[in-house]
C-alpha cells in the first residue's frame, strides 16, 4: 500500500495523462501516473523502438489550433522540435494521385472518359440529392457525385472502420469527413488557393507543415515523464488499474493496479483523472453504479489497429511521409515512411522504415495472424502497390494497438451522455479527459486540453471549466449558461449506491 494521500491519481501515461500530470506537478500537486505497459509511455502516440528503428502508431502530425497546446509542446521539447514538409498521397487504380488532389493530375490520370462521368455523377447528385441522408454514404453522395464516393472515399473509409458506409452515419461524415478523406481537399483543390495565416481557419488535414519530435511523438513524452519525475510526481509503468473506489465519507479515491508479477498495488488521492477507456473505467467504478449506466459503458465500441513495420535497403523509395491506400484488391489502409517523417527514425542511412497499416478488431484474423504471416502479407501487398520488391525488405516487427478509434455509431453519443450524468452526481472527484477517456475520436491537441483543464480545475478547488466544451481542435468555447453551470464546488458528498 502507498500510504501517501496523493493530490490526484492519474490512469494513463498517455498525453492527457502526462500533460495532467505535468500542469498538476509543476504546482506543487502530488501525482502518480499509472500506466499499464510495462515499457512505454505516450499511449497511442508512443514510439516504438525496434533494434534502434522506430515506428509510431501512424505517423503523428503536431499542429494545434490551440496556442497553449503549441507552447506546451515547445516548453518541453524545446529545439527538438522539427518543423516537416507534408507530403502525401492516394494510391488508386495503379496510380499514385497528389493529395490534397491537383485538378489537372487528377484529370489527366483518371482519363477524359472516367473524369467526364465524375462530372456528370456530380451533376447528377446535386440536381438530384438526397433530402435526409442518413448514411455516411448519402451525404458523400450528396456532396460529391456517387462515382467520386467510390473512387476516394469508400474503399478508405471502409477499411477504417470495418463496416459499410451504409452503416456508418451521416453525422459521422459531416463532422469528421475532413480528417477521413478528400472533402477538404477536392474543394482545396478546385477553388484558387488562398494563404492563410490565421490559425483558427486552417484546415487541420491539408496543412502543408507540422511539427515533429526529433525521434518520434514518443519523445516527447519520454521528456514529459522524466520532467513530471524531476518534479517530485511519480510515473510508474507497468500498473494496470483494476478497481476504482470512491470513498465518500473521506472523499478519498481508493485505486488498485496490477503489477506485471499479478500482485496488487494500492494508491490513494483526493481526485481521479482517468483517460482509460470509459469502458473499462464504468465497469470498476464502487460504489457500483446502476445496471442501465453499466450496460451504456458495454456498449461503447472500439475500433482496433496493426502497423506492420518494415525495414528495407535504401534505393528508389518513395519520398512522402505517407501515402493512402483506396486500392480493394490489398487489405492495407495506408504506408507511413518514418525517414520522411525524422531521419533519425532510421539509424541507418543505408536503410528505411515503413508502417503498412491494417484496421482490424481485437481477436479478428488479422489480430490474431502471427507476427511472422502479418510481416509475409505486408510485403506481398507493398510489392503489389508497387512500393518496393519484397527482397528488398530485411527485417520486420508488428505493433498491435487495441482501441485505437472510439467508434462513434447510432447510440454512442446517448450512452456517453447518460454515463457523464450517472459519474457526475455520484463521483465529484472523478475527472474524464482525453481520447478514449472521453470518447472523443481527436488528435493529441485535444487530449492535452481536457487534461490541462481538469488540472486547473483540480487546482482552483471547484469546476471553473467544463472540460467537455473542448472541441475536436482542441480550442475551448464556452460560454453563458454552461460556464455559469460549471462553476460548481467540490466539496464531499454523499454518494449513493444503486438507485437511479
Ligand atoms: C493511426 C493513428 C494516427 C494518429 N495520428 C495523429 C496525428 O497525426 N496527430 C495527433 O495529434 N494525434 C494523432 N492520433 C491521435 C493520438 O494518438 C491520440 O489523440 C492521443 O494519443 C490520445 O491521448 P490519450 O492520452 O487520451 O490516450 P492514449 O494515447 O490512448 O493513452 C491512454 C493511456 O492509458 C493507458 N491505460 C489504459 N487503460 C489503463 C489502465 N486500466 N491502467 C493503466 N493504464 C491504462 C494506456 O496504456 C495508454 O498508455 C492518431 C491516432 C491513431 C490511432
Known amino acids: 500500500m502507498n500510504e501517501r494521500k496523493n493530490k490526484a491519481i492519474i490512469v494513463g501515461a498517455g498525453p492527457a495523462g502526462l500533460t495532467a500530470a505535468y500542469e498538476l506537478s509543476k504546482h506543487g500537486a502530488s501525482v502518480v501516473v499509472l500506466e499499464s505497459d510495462p515499457k512505454y509511455v505516450g499511449g497511442i502516440s508512443r514510439t516504438v523502438n525496434y533494434r534502434g528503428y522506430r515506428f509510431d502508431i501512424g505517423g503523428h502530425r503536431f499542429f494545434s489550433k490551440s496556442r497553449e497546446v503549441e507552447d506546451l509542446w515547445t516548453e518541453i521539447l524545446g529545439a527538438d522540435m522539427l518543423h516537416r514538409p507534408r507530403s502525401s498521397k492516394i494510391y488508386y487504380g495503379g496510380q499514385f494521385y497528389a493529395y490534397p488532389l491537383k485538378p489537372f493530375e487528377a484529370l489527366c490520370k483518371l482519363g477524359v472518359f472516367e473524369s467526364t462521368l465524375c462530372i456528370l455523377s456530380f451533376l447528377y447528385a446535386r440536381l438530384h440529392p438526397n433530402r435526409d441522408p442518413k448514411s455516411f454514404e448519402d451525404w458523400v453522395v450528396n456532396q460529391f457525385g456517387g462515382r467520386l464516393f467510390r473512387i476516394f472515399f469508400k474503399t478508405y473509409t471502409e477499411k477504417v472502420w470495418g463496416m459499410s458506409c451504409r452503416e456508418i452515419s451521416a453525422d459521422w461524415a459531416a463532422q469528421r469527413i475532413k480528417g477521413l478523406s478528400l472533402g477538404s481537399a477536392m474543394k482545396n483543390a478546385l477553388l484558387p488557393k488562398r494563404q492563410s495565416k490565421d490559425r483558427q481557419s486552417v484546415v487541420k488535414t491539408l496543412i502543408d507543415t507540422f511539427r515533429y519530435p526529433r525521434l518520434g511523438p514518443g519523445m516527447m513524452w519520454e521528456v514529459c515523464a522524466a520532467k513530471v519525475r524531476a518534479m517530485g510526481g511519480e510515473v510508474r509503468l507497468g500498473r494496470t488499474v483494476v478497481a476504482c473506489q470512491f470513498d465518500s465519507a473521506t472523499y478519498t479515491w481508493r485505486i488498485s493496479a496490477r503489477t506485471p508479477s499479478g500482485t496488487i498495488e494500492q494508491y490513494s488521492a483526493e481526485h481521479l483523472i482517468s483517460s482509460m477507456p470509459i469502458r473499462q473505467l464504468v465497469a470498476q467504478l464502487e460504489p457500483r453504479l446502476p445496471d442501465a449506466v453499466r450496460q451504456s459503458g458495454e456498449s461503447l465500441r472500439y475500433r482496433d489497429f496493426l502497423t506492420v513495420g518494415l525495414i528495407l535497403r535504401e534505393g528508389n523509395r518513395f519520398a512522402d511521409n505517407w501515402i493512402y491506400i483506396h486500392d480493394p484488391d490489398?487489405?492495407?489502409?495506408?504506408?507511413?515512411?518514418?525517414?520522411?517523417?525524422?531521419?533519425?527514425?532510421?539509424?541507418?542511412?543505408?536503410?528505411?522504415?515503413?508502417?503498412?497499416?491494417?484496421?482490424?478488431?481485437?481477436?479478428?484474423?488479422?489480430?490474431?495472424?502471427?507476427?511472422?504471416?502479418?510481416?509475409?502479407?505486408?510485403?506481398?501487398?507493398?510489392q503489389q502497390v508497387k512500393l518496393a520488391k519484397a527482397a528488398d525488405?530485411?527485417?520486420?516487427?508488428?505493433?498491435?494497438?487495441?482501441?485505437?478509434?472510439?467508434?462513434?455509431?447510432?447510440?454512442?453519443?446517448g450512452h456517453v451522455q447518460a454515463i457523464r450524468e450517472a459519474l457526475s452526481s455520484r463521483f465529484p472527484a472523478l475527472h474524464l479527459v482525453g481520447r478514449n477517456g472521453m470518447h472523443k475520436y481527436n488528435n493529441q491537441d485535444h487530449a492535452m486540453m481536457t487534461a490541462m483543464l481538469a488540472a486547473r480545475n483540480i487546482l482552483a478547488g471547484k469546476q471553473i471549466y467544463d472540460v467537455w466544451a473542448v472541441n475536436e481542435d482542441g480550442e475551448y468555447h464556452e460560454s453563458g449558461e454552461a460556464g455559469a453551470k460549471s462553476a460548481i464546488e467540490w466539496k464531499p458528498v454523499t454518494v449513493t449506491a444503486g438507485g437511479s
Open 330 to 382: 490489398v487489405k492495407m489502409g495506408r504506408v507511413q515512411n518514418y525517414k520522411s517523417w525524422s531521419p533519425e527514425m532510421v539509424p541507418d542511412p543505408n536503410y528505411c522504415c515503413y508502417g503498412l497499416e491494417y484496421f482490424c478488431f481485437e481477436g479478428d484474423g488479422l489480430w490474431t495472424s502471427a507476427d511472422s504471416e502479418l510481416i509475409a502479407l505486408a510485403k506481398e501487398e507493398l
Open 393 to 413: 525488405v530485411v527485417d520486420g516487427c508488428v505493433i498491435r494497438q487495441p482501441k485505437a478509434y472510439p467508434v462513434y455509431d447510432d447510440n454512442y453519443k
